[in-house]
């Protein structure tokens, strides 16, 4: 028997009644009182930024994702900036990273003046390629910054393994996967440093946000100076000490998270584990019932690896469709599901192809998913009827489109 309900059969796209009467988001934050009163109680007391949650923030995360130190900063993109400057990017320097991201990646070298050079991606987790990453391997090359894509963790023991031989960092953008597990570990402590972003459609929020997590002291203070204009200490360090003398030792931002954030963002860890744990129960659903499906490709799980799923992208398989992509997406959104597309590859934009001359065809792996992928609705807060939303919009969909 199927697991899939049917509601309908004529698509909304062509007239039909949508399976759902409201749009159902790809991803959304949820927030409940304790996280008011947590927000509300930094706005009635003296600090609201680099205070007290700062601190507290940082060391209940470098504990939960099991880091020596962690270091905040206002967003996942500021964060991986900042983890470039620490890892000693400059003009002349290469980093190697995946086309299969989100923009931020590749741009963090660029804020450096380095270079990002790409690799292709593997077909079945669309993450760094080891192989693809030694061939793009050169004197100038001083990183790998490894994407975990949407909370599969990346191939960190080869990654690691090519990194020790070459005398390279390997810096992890973990934006899609607080709580992900490698090898029986989480990440966050795994890579030289790792990057995680808390805007509203990730695991944890503080309305924007991001954090470096490490285990090595000196990138730590690398990284609290940079945030902070490159100052050797805090307002706070210095309230207390009773001092006003401070000097710029670095040429830093101004990437700090308030307390306001990091109030909310401590509240939040209180429900990682469950909402990780929801997450989970959604992708195995989804992907029980995508096997009666043939049009689609449920995303790989590799051995050893436990993802956190910020996303769920299936890749159409566009052989047993009559439409393409694009067609489908459209369709899906008629039935009122959020759906989306992760990602174009990075060396495809405009801007990388204006300037690093990408004309298409370099990186065929991440290229062909991109024809073929959609973001399903997932988040921790989605329904049972959420979800059965969603796969009967799937099934209605491409049974329709099927050849
Ligand atoms: C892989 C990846 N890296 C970096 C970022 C940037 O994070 P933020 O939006 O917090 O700046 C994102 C954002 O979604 C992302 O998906």
């Known amino acids: 028997m199927s697991t899939i309900p049917t509601k309908q059969t004529t698509l909304a796209i062509h007239g039909g009644t949508p399976v759902r009467q409201t749009l159902l988001p ?182 924007e946000g991001g954090m470096v997590t490490t285990n090595d002291a000196k990138f730590a203070e690398t990284l609290r100076r940079f945030r902070n204009h490159g100052i050797t200490s805090d307002a706070r360090q210095r309230q ?40 989970r129960t959604i992708a195995a659903l989804y992907a029980q019932a995508f096997r009666e499906l043939p049009a689609v490709v449920a995303p790989t799980v590799r051995d050893g690896v436990e993802p956190a799923w910020h996303l769920y992208p299936i890749r159409l398989n566009l052989e047993a469709l009559s439409a393409g992509r694009t067609e489908i997406f459209r369709a899906l959104r008629a039935e009122n599901l959020g759906v989306n597309v992760h990602y174009i590859p990075v060396p495809m934009h405009p801007y990388y192809r204006g300037r690093f001359g990408y004309k298409g065809g370099e990186f065929p792996v991440a290229e062909d998913a991109y024809e073929r992928l959609i973001s399903l609705p997932m988040f921790h807060s989605m329904t049972d009827t959420d979800m059965e939303d969603v796969l009967c919009a799937v099934r209605k969909t491409v049974e329709c489109y099927s050849r």
């Not at 003296?46 to 504990?63: C, H, M, N, S």
């Not at 990273?97 to 669309?126: H, I, K, R, S, W």
């Not at 401070?246 to 509240?267: P, Q, V, W």
């Open 26 to 207: 790809y991803g959304r934050q949820s927030l409940d009182e304790k996280d008011i009163q947590a927000v509300v109680e930094v706005l009635k007391s003296d600090w609201l930024t680099t205070g007290p949650k700062v601190g507290e923030f940082e060391e209940r995360f470098a504990a939960w994702v099991g880091a020596g130190y962690a270091v905040s900063f206002s967003s996942g993109t500021a964060a991986l900036h900042g983890a470039a400057f620490a890892a000693g990017l400059k003009p002349g320097d290469e980093a190697i990273t995946t086309p299969m991201t989100f923009c931020a990646t590749a741009n963090c070298v660029l804020y450096q003046g380095a270079a990002p050079v790409f690799a292709d991606v593997t077909e079945d987790t669309l993450n760094l390629d080891p192989l693809e990453v030694s061939k793009k391997l050169t004197p100038r090359t001083k990183a790998i910054i490894a994407v975990d894509y949407a909370g599969h963790p990346g191939d960190l023991a080869a990654l690691r393994d090519l990194a020790t031989q070459n005398g390279l960092l390997l810096i992890e953008d973990a934006c899609h996967a607080l709580g992900a597990e490698y090898a029986g570990k989480r990440v966050g402590g795994i890579a030289d440093m790792t990057v995680f972003s808390f805007h509203p459609v990730k695991h944890l929020t503080t309305g």
């Open 240 to 279: 207390q000490s009773g001092q006003w003398f401070y000097e710029m030792a670095a040429l830093g931002f101004n990437y700090r998270l308030t307390d306001i954030a990091c109030a909310l963002g401590i509240s939040q860890l209180e429900k990682l584990e469950a909402n990780l744990a929801r997450r």
